[in-house]
């Protein structure tokens, strides 16, 4: 099976944990800072805090920017649950904002039209987030003015995008945002086996974060009530989690990350490749905004409909293709129809969602698999009768057969 993501590990990878292994420290240690200031400095931000799960970062995020009962919080209904889920971890409300057909992120104009009618019934929200899907940056400059005019705070789910760009600066830099949040998971640009980490320019936010994630227990005497009972004192001062990560896994992360820039080298080069040897089949292929660079943690087509996905997406796993679909729009999961949302809401993200296949994309991917790929992806859709687009309907940009057409 070729799989859609992978995990690339070194004997460099091995020995650094294999140096954790066999130090004082298996957690907590040492390691654990080391990896928060390294990929901080990477991204250009000031603060890193690292947690056992980007799910868990976006939730000591939302912690963190006092998210809580009677507040809004907005994202995007093509991404996983988790960008939505931690709001009502928090005892919030969540909606969404439909996706541009090109970009597949979250639409400037539908979130504009939204934030208007809202702001006349007084249901504004108090966090917005925005996902990079794919590794394609969103509009954070257009995003960040209408925080700055409507006042809301934005926490960038970047779980896809370490080591994009966005109009020439990192990604989690904290330009356009108050937290910016990564993932290390085994199918991401890096890997810390499971976490996540959070970045930020303001200092309250890192040290809160940091807080909650060991229990909101302080050891600092300037944050304790009374003075300390001794040296080993320590107070909960708020209600926390244990979100920890391990020093085994920041080893892990931190040689990792000496590789970014190879593995996004390495990714969009692979991405050209498909880009040419698709470009005679009837599919779409992910459309690059040239103000940007995508850290392509997914290679998302889309084909003519339903069918036409389904029939390609089971021929390909047969021929040991290891194809996915990401997202299925969260939305229509049963879980939140049973809090009102249903099908037919959010219908470019659905319509995408129709006709999307991710195509294998990780730094181990071969010349040769790929050409397998794409000569199965040919024989699958070769197999299709054609047919005739709907695609306006549907909220997308053409009337036409997808052909060779590029979003």
């Known amino acids: 099976m070729i799989p859609y993501g992978r ?43 690292a947690v056992n799960s980007a799910t868990s970062a976006l939730h000591l995020a939302c912690r963190a ?11 995007s209904p093509n991404t996983f649950v988790a960008s939505a889920n931690c709001t009502r971890y928090c005892g919030a409300q969540v909606d969404f904002v439909d996706i541009d057909p090109r970009t ?18 007084g249901t504004l929200p108090k966090l917005l987030i925005p996902v990079h899907f794919a590794g394609q940056p969103c509009d954070m400059p257009a995003i960040a003015a209408l925080a700055q005019r409507y006042g809301f705070k934005i926490i960038e789910d ?31 640009i890096i890997t810390t086996g499971e976490g996540g980490l959070a970045t930020t ?18 050891r600092d005497p300037a944050q304790m009530q009374g003075e300390p009972a001794g040296p080993w004192d320590y107070q909960q001062i708020e209600l926390g989690y244990n979100d920890r990560i391990t020093d085994i896994q920041a080893a892990l992360g931190l040689s990792q990350l000496q590789r970014l820039d190879d593995y996004i080298a390495r990714r969009q080069a692979l991405a050209e490749r498909y880009d040419q040897r698709l470009a005679e089949l009837p599919v779409r292929t992910p459309y690059q905004d040239p103000k940007h660079r995508s850290a392509l943690h997914l290679y ?35 879980d939140y129809q049973r809090l009102g949302f249903a099908k037919g809401d959010y219908p470019v993200a659905e319509a995408y969602y129709e006709r999307a296949i991710s195509l294998p994309l990780h730094p181990n991917l071969t010349e040769a698999q790929q050409h397998l790929i794409c000569q199965c992806l040919g024989d699958a859709l070769a197999t299709e009768q054609p047919v005739k687009s709907t695609t306006q309907d549907r909220g997308l940009t053409s009337t036409q057969g997808l052909s060779t057409e590029r979003l």
């Open 65 to 75: 920017l006092d998210l809580g009962p009677g507040d809004w919080l907005w994202t």
């Open 201 to 218: 320019n303001n200092p309250e936010l890192a040290e809160r974060m940091s807080r909650l994630r060991s229990h909101g227990i302080t």
């Open 300 to 334: 998302p087509i889309q084909v003519a409909d339903g069918t036409t996905r389904a029939n390609s997406f089971q021929a390909l796993r047969e021929a040991g293709i290891g194809v996915n679909v990401h997202y299925i729009p969260v939305h229509t999961q049963p």
């Open 158 to 188: 970047a779980s896809h995008a370490i080591g994009a760009r966005c109009d020439g600066e990192p990604v989690g830099n904290g330009r356009y945002s108050d937290i910016s949040v990564f993932s290390f998971h085994p199918v991401k």
């Open 104 to 121: 597949y992120n979250l639409s400037v104009d539908a979130l504009a039209a939204k934030l208007e009618q809202a702001d006349k019934t």
């Open 7 to 49: 995990q690339d590990i070194t004997e460099a990878d091995t020995a650094a944990v294999e140096a954790v292994l066999r130090s004082d420290f298996l957690t907590q240690g040492p390691a654990v800072p080391r990896f928060e200031q390294a990929v901080a400095a990477k991204v250009g931000a000031a603060h890193g805090v």
